[in-house]
């Protein structure tokens, strides 16, 4: 596993080290980024450590399946990424108040602020407040590690979930992290369900014995080790930063700069419930607190309604005064702009010194749009539905969600919506049944196979339910490409203890009007199956099956029998036409602005021919190999 006592590890392989060094018996997660590599890590390991590890079919799904083992005395871990929370919130607010049993069940979360890879920059702490649960945000991969073991032990002793909030940047930095031992336990399951796994008839009752609970959980957190309390208060008009998460590692960054020793920080790592006593220190002794912290006011709003409760008087700056920013990502840069504002410590900006070298290279960048792999079939789709956009006059809303097909949003905008997993087919289903009311657009859904499992049965059933005139477009490419290709139930696998089901018999046996296959590397069989099943009306559904190229690639090695596909100059019309590079925009099609002429990235094209098709003046080729 690991060979020293030091290891250089991420975040997000931190928190797994943490779970094998807790004992945790059960790992169940989704993938999602940035939470991936926990449960990626925790897998790989599996066979070493005996560690159940599951992907399962949802993050509500999984979190079920580890309260389960957690029932039963076996310590459990559920990771998943912010967006996933919402999907396994459901649970989670009956589970507080049911209680975990006797294993112990930490929830790791992984918040992205900015949403580098989301569709918002959620944060996930308010969870935690609603849920009335013991919430730890650790600031380096040290801490990430070691408060595994913490959180476990107080969801033990408590007997409640306890949340681990993670971000992008601590989840994806790296750091190094003295390692502990393994566990050396075997859990072995009860035979007894605990009794009581239910909140009716007074879930009342229930509520006031976790609240009961949380008083505790906060007095034990005034003697945490893992908070960064300062050692005595100064004198005077001294100031402090309440910080949490990364967003510590910034500020602790800004008072090195800063140099004032009347400024101090308080850096919590046990946010919620907070820590009474030692706030109540703080409100008594610093006369101005900042707030610095990730995305929300959250610690911001804990400390005022506290001081107000305590009838405490201190000037309180931060996102409700507009005094850092709320929302995005916080940055040293942000905490030493506040402290120059706010505090009137006189900050001299950082001298620069490669400022004219910096300023030179940002003209040499290239804008990098998002964009499909070379290959990707779901650029074949996109281009065969805004084929069939145009022949029907514009007449064709597209309705999808979260996926690599996402990127359907920025392929001349070919997908119309983009919220939730699984939310296309469900928004298609309200679209659908307008044509009762007039509605003479056609309707799409687009989903990939993961999400299909992930969240779109309801909605399908649903549309079918109310007879919804629409055409469901499944892509098919048997992995979870987007995050690193975990399986799903649809994933054909070699292991014995699994089973792999069959998307087109769950879409069957719920019962279609229509329901076709199709190739999706056939650009011209793709377009005439869109148009002739979309043109139809009734509740129809197109299975797409796709091909991940890097996937593909990853299974198949470097080796390549296709025959390459080139560009002929003769027959390329240049800038009359362009298509290939301006509309099709495969990556590996690139244009030579010298000759006017399009040709091929021979070390990104992986062969698949798809453009061959894309092309109106047979320019774009195989090439013939001896």
Known sequence: MYEHQRALLSGNEAFARGAIEAGIGVCTSYPGTPSTEIAETLSRLSTETGMYVEWSANEKVALE???????????????MKSLGLNVASDFLLNLNLSGTGPGGLVIVVCDDPRGHS??????????????????????????????????????????????????????????????????????????????RLYNIPDPHLRHRDLLRKMDKVAARFDYSPFNLVPSSATEGDSAIIVSSGVSRLYAEEAIGIVGDRSLSLLGLVTIYPLPKTTIQSLLRNHSTILFVEEVDAFLEDGVRGLASILGMQARMFGKRTGTVPAWGEMNTEIVLQAIRDLIHIDVAPRDDDYEEERSAAEKLLIPRPLTFCPGCTHRNVYWALRKVKRRLGGALIVAGDIGCYSLGVFYDHA???????????????GLGVLTRLGLSTNVVAVAGDSTFFHACIPGLINARHNNANLTFIILDNQTTAMTGFQPHPGTHTEDDGLAQVSIEEVVRSIGVDRLARVDGTDIPTLIDTFHNVVTTDGFKVVIVDSICQLRERRIAGAADETQPVIVRPDLCKGDSCRICVSQYS???????????????????????????DVCPHDAIQRRLTD
């Open 65 to 79: 399946v580890a309260a389960g083992a957690s029932w039963m005395g076996v310590p459990a871990m559920c990771s």
């Open 118 to 195: 989301s569709s918002n920059e959620q944060d996930s702490r308010f969870y935690a407040r609603a849920a009335q649960i013991p919430l730890l945000e650790p600031s380096t991969c040290q801490q990430a590690k070691d408060i595994v073991t913490y959180g476990l032990d107080l969801s033990r002793e408590f007997e409640i979930p306890v949340m681990i909030r993670s971000t992008t940047r601590l989840s994806h930095s790296r750091g190094v992290v003295e390692l502990g031992d393994a566990s050396s336990c075997s859990p072995v399951p009860s035979d007894v369900l605990p009794s």
């Open 415 to 429: 997908m119309d919506t983009m919220q939730s997993m699984g939310s296309g087919i469900g928004v298609a289903g």
């Open 586 to 612: 495969c990556t590996a099609l690139s244009w030579d602005r010298e000759r006017s002429k399009a040709f091929v990235l021979q070390d990104q094209c992986v062969g698949c021919g798809s453009c061959i």
